[in-house]
């Protein structure tokens, strides 16, 4: 009876805490793996954003925070890179450097790029476009 006690309160976060699925995969442009930037997945419905670093083969994977994983449903993906800021003068701030990927990913109001997340792991690769 007490073990059940015990294992009770675990059951129930498990439960409630909702199903999680991991996301992964490629960003090329026109083809060509990106080596920088972020990968951002907005849920249609709400909730919370994940996000993934683009490393320099072109492959990101998604955390929420600090956790790797988001829940299932439908997303709006972003996907924004840029060159290397300029450097300042000395008395002022380094300049952001140039949009790399086309502006109209960079937003979930321009973006076209929707993508479901199934329960697993997702291996999702991101094909952008410069036209």
């Known amino acids: ?11 129930i976060f498990l ?10 995969g490629v960003v090329t442009l026109d083809g060509k793996p990106l080596d920088r930037g972020a990968v951002s997945f907005h849920a249609v419905g709400g909730g919370p954003t994940a996000v993934g670093q683009i490393d ?4 990101y994977a998604l955390k929420v925070g600090e956790e790797h994983g988001l829940p ?3 997303y709006v993906v972003t996907v924004v890179a840029s060159e290397d800021p ?21 937003s979930t109001q321009t973006s ?20």
């Open 1 to 11: 009876m007490k073990i059940a006690l015990l294992f009770f309160p675990l059951a």
């Open 15 to 24: 439960g409630c805490s909702g199903q999680q699925s991991t996301v992964s």
């Open 56 to 59: 320099s083969s072109g492959h």
């Open 72 to 74: 299932l449903g439908e």
């Open 86 to 106: 300029l450097p300042g003068d000395g008395f002022e701030s380094p300049t952001p450097g140039d949009l790399i990927t086309p502006a109209r990913y960079g």
């Open 112 to 131: 076209d790029l929707k993508k479901t997340v199934a329960s697993g792991d997702n291996h999702i690769d991101l094909e952008l476009t410069s036209s």
